[in-house]
Structure formats: structure tokens, C-alpha cells
């Protein structure tokens, strides 16, 4: 037998399931904070257009509840593309996700600022 015989005949090395497991909870609870907080944000801005007897716009509703959708999204993928490989190259998708997220949710802020999500 050869060597690329043996090499194509090896097992692949995979990441436990309890390793996947982990990992898939530990960040998807960091991923349900994110959408938590976008939640808080979607309450937040409509107790605010409550009070200056105002109401939020349809591109603050779009932005309000893609940015709760967003996390989620990003936390689904991550975990696809995670599936079957190595526990370095899941948190390292995990961890993409999040500064992906994070960076998309700041951009929205900047992009249109609380003043721009009530009419």
C-alpha cells in the first residue's frame, strides 16, 4: 500500500460533538445578546416615538428589525460552515460572525442615527 493509498483510506480527524456542542452554545449565547440588545433597541425606540408623539419610519422599522435578524443569520451560517471541521476553525467562524455583526450593527447606527428611524 502506498502512502497516498494510506493517506486516502485515514479517518478524518473531526471535532467532538461535545466540542461542537460547547462551542455552538458558548458563542450562540454571545450571538442571543446581540439580537437581545437589538430587541431592547426596537423597545427602546418605540417608547421614544411614543413619548415626542411621533412613530417610526418604515426604513427605521427595516433597520430595527434587520439588525435583530442579523445576529441570528450570522450565527446560523457560522455554525454551517463549521460543521465538520476543526474546533479552531469553528470559533475562528464564531468569532468572524460576531466582529461581522458588531461591525454591520455600528455602520447601521452611524449610517442612520436614532434622528433618522422616527418621522
Known amino acids: 500500500m502506498t502512502a497516498a493509498a ?3 483510506e485515514a479517518p478524518v480527524r473531526r471535532t467532538p460533538f461535545w466540542l461542537e456542542l460547547t462551542l455552538a452554545i458558548a ?3 454571545f450571538f442571543a445578546y446581540d439580537a437581545w440588545e437589538a430587541v431592547g433597541n426596537l423597545v ?3 417608547q421614544i416615538a411614543s413619548a415626542l408623539d411621533t ?4 426604513l427605521g422599522w427595516v433597520v430595527l428589525i434587520v439588525s435583530i435578524v442579523l ?3 450570522l450565527f446560523a451560517v457560522a455554525f454551517l460552515l463549521g460543521r465538520r471541521r476543526t474546533a479552531l476553525v469553528q470559533a475562528v467562524l464564531y468569532l ?4 461581522v455583526s458588531a461591525a454591520l450593527y455600528l455602520d447601521i447606527l452611524l449610517m442612520f ?5 422616527l418621522s
Open 44 to 46: 427602546g425606540m418605540s
Open 55 to 58: 412613530s417610526i419610519t418604515g
Open 6 to 8: 494510506a493517506e486516502a
Open 113 to 117: 442615527g436614532p434622528g433618522a428611524l
Open 71 to 73: 445576529p441570528v443569520g
Open 27 to 29: 458563542f450562540g449565547l
Open 96 to 99: 468572524t460572525g460576531l466582529a
